[in-house]
């Protein structure tokens, strides 16, 4: 940088970002992310405009994370009224609306007690801290293992990112925390197997952490069978279930949380991304069975703020109120019904449809030319956002909202968008 750069800008005030492009944002942003060149300046509902005032619909959701969509009045009014009141206050005092966002979950949920954080990471980080204490005071186990599946994502911070199953998130950052396991994402044999050997050594394995339907690694459900199977070997053999909801719960597959779509409950689980519909928040819940924390074991800063958290029982208030899961259920059908079509239509280029509710994945042949990114990029030149889950994969997560109309419109777009590019070779 040159040092006439480094001369900070004060001919415009420090709020106005009206003329913030990708260059001189590129000059200050660390490049962690592989960005799309668009710059999103409003929204309304599941539509959001650029800087051009080009319009687009928004199934990405800010990865499944915007779930009343964007500018909704019942989050307005709640972070409106929220910030006058009182925004953040420390947890050196009793917060009522963490409390009441604490009653709300476990009275909706398998779940006793609820501890609050920031984000889905954090969420996960959280739960492997408590997987751990219980190992080590109630299991007696000095080197606990916890296993996860292959092609998981828990996170990027170092116990996240060491859980999850994909080594490409993970190169660079050695040494890995130690103490997990990984296993094929629905194989029991390959899980019983993995128990086996690992207990025959001075470790042992004291929880299973996995996620009800695996989001980032391609939209694979889990398998009923496979779920129902895990549980049981939890529970005979005394450790723990922990399920990754970051993605899935808060309704996303229709139902409240992703294990309800697998008639089992797990020990521990964690929500962030649409729990406060676009508010950062992350939430860690357990059954009392395995609540081994005690005062001064884990913390946050911002955890359960009077500010996301009432951003938090806003969003879930009108789940219940709007029978939000209700339409979950519906346009997932419809979607995947369309998208089925779609792949129908192109054979040699699409090999799979599949999700729940509304996280909904297409599958691309392995040998097609085209990555999910061709497809997204392409979609996005017809005004619909849409994000890759892995190269092969095209992932579709809008506002649990959307209408018949919108799915109808979004479908529209993504042949059209899918034949321009099938035409173009
Ligand atoms: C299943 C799952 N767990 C954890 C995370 C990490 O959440 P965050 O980015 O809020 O830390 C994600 C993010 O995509 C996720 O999909």
């Given at each position: 940088?040159?040092?006439?750069?480094l001369?900070?800008?004060?001919?415009?005030?420090?709020?106005?970002?009206?003329?913030f492009g990708?260059d001189?944002?590129d000059?200050?942003?660390?490049?962690?992310?592989?960005r799309?060149?668009?710059?999103?300046e409003?929204?309304?509902g599941c539509?959001?405009?650029?800087?051009?005032?080009?319009?687009?619909l928004?199934?990405?959701?800010?990865i499944?994370?915007?779930?009343?969509?964007?500018a909704h009045?019942?989050?307005?009014?709640?972070?409106?009224?929220?910030?006058?009141?009182?925004?953040?206050?420390?947890n050196?005092y009793?917060i009522?609306?963490?409390?009441q966002?604490?009653?709300?979950?476990?009275?909706?949920s398998?779940?006793?007690?609820?501890?609050?954080c920031n984000?889905?990471?954090?969420a996960?980080e959280a739960?492997?801290?408590?997987?751990?204490?219980?190992?080590n005071?109630?299991?007696?186990?000095?080197q606990?293992?916890?296993l996860?599946?292959k092609?998981?994502f828990?996170?990027?911070?170092?116990?996240?990112?060491?859980a999850?199953?994909?080594?490409?998130?993970?190169?660079?950052?050695?040494?890995?925390?130690?103490?997990?396991?990984?296993?094929?994402?629905?194989d029991?044999?390959?899980?019983?197997?993995?128990?086996?050997?690992?207990?025959?050594?001075?470790?042992?394995?004291?929880a299973?952490?996995?996620?009800?339907?695996?989001?980032e690694?391609?939209?694979r459900?889990g398998?009923?069978?496979?779920?129902l199977?895990?549980?049981?070997?939890c529970d005979e053999?005394?450790?723990?279930?922990?399920?990754?909801?970051?993605?899935?719960?808060v309704g996303?597959?229709?139902?409240?949380w992703?294990?309800?779509?697998?008639?089992i409950?797990?020990?521990?689980?964690?929500?962030?991304?649409?729990?406060?519909?676009?508010?950062p928040i992350g939430?860690?819940?357990?059954?009392?069975?395995?609540?081994?924390?005690?005062?001064?074991?884990?913390?946050?800063?911002?955890?359960?703020?009077?500010?996301?958290?009432?951003?938090?029982?806003?969003?879930l208030?009108?789940l219940?109120?709007?029978d939000?899961?209700?339409?979950?259920i519906a346009?997932?059908?419809?979607?995947?019904?369309?998208?089925?079509?779609i792949a129908?239509?192109?054979?040699?280029l699409?090999?799979d449809?599949?999700?729940?509710?509304?996280?909904?994945?297409?599958?691309?042949?392995a040998?097609?030319?085209?990555?999910?990114?061709?497809?997204?990029?392409?979609?996005?030149?017809?005004?619909?956002?849409?994000?890759?889950?892995?190269p092969?994969?095209?992932?579709?997560?809008?506002?649990?909202?959307?209408?018949?109309?919108?799915?109808e419109?979004a479908?529209?777009?993504?042949?059209?968008?899918i034949?321009?590019?099938?035409n173009?070779?």
């Amino acid at each position: 940088m040159s040092p006439e750069t480094l001369v900070p800008d004060t001919s415009t005030p420090a709020t106005d970002t009206s003329n913030f492009g990708p260059d001189r944002f590129d000059t200050y942003v660390m490049k962690t992310y592989g960005r799309f060149p668009l710059t999103l300046e409003r929204g309304e509902g599941c539509r959001v405009w650029d800087n051009s005032g080009q319009e687009y619909l928004d199934f990405v959701a800010g990865i499944a994370t915007c779930t009343l969509g964007h500018a909704h009045p019942a989050l307005v009014e709640a972070v409106t009224q929220q910030i006058q009141k009182l925004h953040h206050v420390s947890n050196l005092y009793y917060i009522p609306e963490q409390g009441q966002l604490a009653e709300w979950l476990v009275k909706h949920s398998c779940a006793d007690r609820a501890f609050f954080c920031n984000s889905g990471a954090e969420a996960n980080e959280a739960a492997i801290k408590l997987a751990r204490k219980y190992a080590n005071t109630v299991l007696e186990v000095e080197q606990p293992v916890i296993l996860t599946a292959k092609a998981s994502f828990h996170g990027r911070t170092l116990a996240t990112v060491t859980a999850t199953g994909q080594p490409k998130y993970q190169k660079g950052f050695s040494p890995l925390v130690p103490g997990f396991e990984y296993v094929p994402y629905n194989d029991i044999a390959a899980l019983e197997n993995a128990i086996g050997d690992i207990d025959e050594g001075n470790r042992r394995v004291c929880a299973i952490m996995l996620e009800a339907l695996q989001g980032e690694g391609g939209v694979r459900p889990g398998d009923l069978d496979y779920f129902l199977r895990v549980r049981k070997i939890c529970d005979e053999i005394g450790i723990l279930l922990i399920l990754d909801e970051v993605q899935v719960g808060v309704g996303r597959t229709g139902k409240l949380w992703g294990y309800e779509n697998l008639g089992i409950e797990p020990d521990i689980f964690t929500s962030a991304k649409g729990l406060a519909g676009g508010i950062p928040i992350g939430a860690m819940l357990c059954k009392d069975s395995c609540n081994v924390f005690e005062p001064g074991n884990h913390a946050s800063t911002f955890g359960g703020n009077p500010f996301a958290c009432a951003s938090a029982l806003a969003v879930l208030d009108t789940l219940e109120t709007e029978d939000i899961l209700t339409n979950v259920i519906a346009r997932g059908e419809q979607l995947r019904k369309n998208l089925r079509a779609i792949a129908n239509q192109y054979t040699n280029l699409f090999i799979d449809v599949r999700g729940w509710g509304l996280i909904n994945g297409m599958e691309i042949n392995a040998e097609s030319e085209f990555t999910s990114i061709d497809i997204v990029k392409a979609a996005m030149a017809e005004g619909l956002l849409m994000v890759p889950a892995g190269p092969k994969v095209l992932r579709f997560v809008p506002p649990l909202i959307v209408s018949a109309d919108e799915v109808e419109a979004a479908s529209q777009k993504l042949g059209d968008a899918i034949a321009k590019l099938v035409n173009s070779i």
